[in-house]
Structure formats: structure tokens, C-alpha cells
């Protein structure tokens, strides 16, 4: 039997299909954030960073390379943000170009509420829909496809993520997600 292969059209159809999912869910989420947090899916997404980081800073511009937005972008965000009481920003004395940004505990205390309900629509509109081993697969494809774009960078792509073997620097075993969220 003679193998199959993916046409241009299989390919136009499953890029179309994963910006429709990517869509439907970010759609559900920040509509849900919003009621219930009143944070917009980029704004969990930074306090998430910022809890990840633990208690080194992030500063603003690493802020937007993970999540691939403009500085100015970035700079919005954090302004509401600090206004809500849920960052701090410093200005380091021996660089004063730098801002580096810090979750307070409100911002914390807002992030553990933000978090029960961003896992309960990733379950409702993405997770119930797909087996572990599938996850799996999705996560190796999608790390492929990073890669082979240049776009993968560990702070950015598995935010909150442990090395099984940190000391060997050992990629074969499957990495852990630490337990960040409650």
C-alpha cells in the first residue's frame, strides 16, 4: 500500500484549523478572565511570568520577548498593573534604561484566583478534548515547529517548566511542569 501524502490543501487546512482553536480558546478565556479577575488573558499572562520568575525580576523587556509583544505594548500592561497595585517597578540605580518589574502579593493574591478560572476553561475548551499521550505529541509538533523557525526559547515556551536532568543538561527525558499553579 502505497504511503499518503499531505497536500497543500491538508496543509492550508490544518494551519486554519489551529489558529480557529487558537482563537475559539483565547476568545473563552479572556472573556471568562475578565468577568470573574477582570485581567485580560495578556495581563494573567504576564503575573504567570512574574510568579514563574519567583523572586528575581523580570525586566520589561524580557517581559516582551516572552510574550512576543511590543515594548510599548508591554509598557501599557504594566501600567495597569502597578495602578491596580499588583506589580512594582524599580529602576535599578547602575542602569537607569532598565525597569524591572515584581509581583506584589495583591498581584498574587489576584493571580491564585485568575488561575482557578483560566484551568477551568483550559480543561472546558482544550484539555478534556485531548488524551495525555495526544498532549504530549501536540507539545513535541508544536516545539518542532518553533525550533524550526528560530522561535524557541525555553523562558518563553515552558514557562514554569523543570528539567528532569538540569546537571547533564539531558532534553530526553520529557520535561516536568513545576506546580505553579494551585
Not at 491538508?10 to 489551529?18: E, F, G, P, T
Not at 495597569?80 to 506589580?87: K, P
Not at 482544550?126 to 518553533?146: A, G, N, Y
Request: with cysteine; hydrophobic share 40%; glycine share 6%.
Amino acid at each position: 500500500m502505497a504511503a499518503t501524502s499531505t497536500t497543500d490543501i491538508d496543509k492550508i487546512v490544518a494551519w486554519l484549523n489551529l489558529e480557529q482553536a487558537c482563537r475559539v480558546i483565547e476568545t473563552a478565556m479572556g472573556e471568562r478572565l475578565r468577568a470573574e479577575g477582570g485581567l485580560s488573558l495578556a495581563e494573567y499572562e504576564v503575573l504567570f511570568r512574574l510568579r514563574v520568575a519567583g523572586e528575581r525580576p523580570l525586566q520589561m523587556s524580557e517581559i516582551a520577548d516572552q510574550l512576543l509583544a511590543s515594548p510599548s505594548g508591554i509598557t501599557r500592561i504594566a501600567d495597569r498593573l502597578d495602578r491596580d497595585g499588583w506589580i512594582t517597578r524599580e529602576i535599578p540605580p547602575q542602569n537607569r534604561r532598565v525597569v524591572r518589574v515584581r509581583l506584589t502579593d495583591r498581584g498574587l493574591s489576584v493571580l491564585e484566583k485568575a488561575d482557578r478560572t483560566f484551568r477551568d476553561v483550559l480543561e472546558q475548551s482544550f484539555s478534556s478534548h485531548l488524551p495525555d499521550e495526544e498532549m504530549t505529541s501536540l507539545r513535541r509538533i508544536l516545539r518542532k515547529v518553533l525550533e524550526g523557525n528560530g522561535a524557541w526559547a525555553a523562558a518563553r515556551c515552558e514557562p514554569g517548566v523543570v528539567r528532569q536532568n538540569q546537571n547533564a543538561g539531558d532534553e530526553t527525558q520529557p520535561p516536568a511542569i513545576a506546580p505553579m499553579i494551585r
